[in-house]
């Protein structure tokens, strides 16, 4: 039985492979490099894992898990005003994405820019990574136009809100302008508080 704290040789590949592919993209990073970080043999990684894609695959559900993880123990979860709960959400991210110690990369959207046409088995994890980041987001809009009496496409509201993410950390990447996420998400921020004000 493992000691409480304790990463098995798993969890550290998935780490190694999380960080490296975020960093280097996927296509880049060989599992010798995985191996390296990790700590691990590159026997236990065919243990593990059957492939590089395999272990993509399972860094992707690991990051999808991450993410509602840290949406779950945020501080908007605190408030039970649906609106505020819903700027805090917002901010949440808009303030996670500013640290100057954040890695300013999204592992879905960069996986997916990469292997789209080449991985259909990591499109598809990644997809998955983004429906339901959506899905989380769409019941908090869902949740605030009811308290205040609007209709709302919340499908296609929490759809812009990944969008604009997504591209905000492409431009980031071509420009290294640390101000080009803080004011996309900022002006989506408010499209959609306006939105839901009825302007």
């Given at each position: 039985m493992l000691a409480q704290g304790t990463t098995t040789a798993?969890?550290?590949?998935?780490?190694?492979?999380?960080?490296?592919?975020?960093?280097?993209?996927?296509?880049?990073?060989?599992?010798?490099?995985?191996?390296?970080?990790?700590?691990?043999?590159?026997?236990?990684?065919?243990?593990?894992?059957?492939?590089k894609e395999a272990l993509a695959v399972e860094c992707l559900a690991a990051w999808d898990s991450m993410v509602a993880g840290l949406?779950?123990?945020a501080p908007?979860?605190?408030?039970?005003?649906?609106v505020?709960?819903?700027s805090g959400y917002l901010d949440f991210f808009i303030g996670l994405f500013a640290n100057p110690r954040a890695l300013r990369s999204c592992l879905a959207g960069t996986t997916v820019q990469e292997v789209a046409d080449t991985h259909p088995k990591l499109r598809d994890a990644a997809q998955a990574c983004f429906v339901s980041?959506?899905?989380?987001?769409?019941?908090?809009?869902a949740a605030a136009a009811k308290a205040r009496g609007r209709r709302l496409n919340a499908a296609s509201l929490a759809r812009l809100w990944i969008t604009a993410m997504?591209?905000?950390?492409?431009?980031?990447?071509?420009?290294?302008?640390?101000?080009?996420?803080?004011?996309?998400?900022?002006?989506?921020?408010?499209?959609?508080?306006?939105?839901?004000?009825?302007?």
């Open positions: 798993r969890e550290k590949l998935v780490q190694a492979g999380t960080d490296l592919f975020r960093r280097r993209g996927y296509t880049a990073t060989t599992v010798d490099e995985i191996c390296q970080q990790g700590g691990v043999t590159k026997g236990a990684f065919f243990h593990h894992f059957a492939s949406e779950n123990r908007f979860q605190a408030t039970d005003d649906p505020k709960k819903l980041g959506q899905e989380r987001l769409e019941k908090l809009l997504q591209g905000s950390l492409i431009l980031y990447k071509a420009s290294q302008d640390d101000s080009v996420i803080t004011e996309s998400l900022t002006h989506v921020k408010h499209y959609i508080l306006e939105r839901l004000a009825g302007r």
